[in-house]
């Protein structure tokens, strides 16, 4: 039997990713909206978020009552889904996935000379960092512990730094904080380039995931 299916993808599980991913970021809690999920996002690029499980009428008639621009649907579909759902004037982005984790991260990372790693609490979460020895950060991520659910975040390694195993190393440490954390799931949503980090790692795909916004 599969991963996809001895996991059932519902509402529940987007909202424990969804909670997690908004504690590690200091964002406002999602609430319940019109068969989604709402979060305030309040910043620059993202004014607010709606996330469905589906493309079907709850998100229809979600998108329908969106003029403003800088409010994005997510859910968990492929793109043509999500774009045969919307009109022309939504701009659909590219493909991610939303990924279900191993029981831990296999093996041990070896850090490279001249870098060191910390972890801190921020937010409602914990940070992981790995440092240059010239001061600059090569590679960071987010985690966020909650109701049972670990979730990983905001995963990136800085150019100039990428192909030592620096993006293994923050999964390997943020791991840690989810094994202390006794969490029964790993939760987290993958661009197209980094999804093939976490399938190495043992990450499974469990759904597409789709994003459409109004561009200004």
């Known amino acids: 039997m599969t991963l996809k299916r001895t996991i059932e993808l519902n509402l529940a599980l987007i909202e424990r990713w969804l909670t997690g991913r908004s504690l590690a970021r200091g964002l406002s809690l999602p609430s319940n909206h019109s068969g989604g999920l709402c979060v305030e996002v309040g910043s620059a690029g993202e004014l607010r978020r709606h996330v469905f499980v589906d493309a079907g009428p709850a998100l229809k008639a979600c998108a329908a009552q969106i003029h403003a621009p800088r409010i994005f649907l997510k859910a968990a579909v492929a793109p043509d889904i999500m774009r045969a759902a919307l009109s022309e004037r939504w701009t659909i982005e590219g493909p991610g996935y939303l990924m279900y984790g191993p029981a831990a991260t296999p093996g041990a990372v070896t850090l490279p000379p001249d870098y060191r790693v910390s972890v801190d609490a ?16 090569a590679a960071s991520g987010r985690i966020a512990v909650h109701a049972g659910s670990a979730v990983f975040d905001q995963i990136v ?7 030592l195993g620096l993006g293994s190393v923050v999964m390997q440490h943020l791991d840690a904080v989810a ?13 197209e380039a980094g999804r093939a980090l ?18 200004d």
């Open 122 to 137: 921020e937010h409602g979460g914990y940070i992981a960092r790995v440092v240059h020895a010239s001061g600059e950060l």
């Open 179 to 191: 094994g202390k954390g006794g969490v029964v799931e790993r939760l987290l949503v993958a661009t």
């Open 198 to 215: 976490y399938e190495r790692l043992g990450w499974t795909v469990l759904a597409p995931w789709s994003t459409a916004v109004l561009v």
């Open 157 to 163: 390694t800085e150019e100039g730094h990428r192909r």
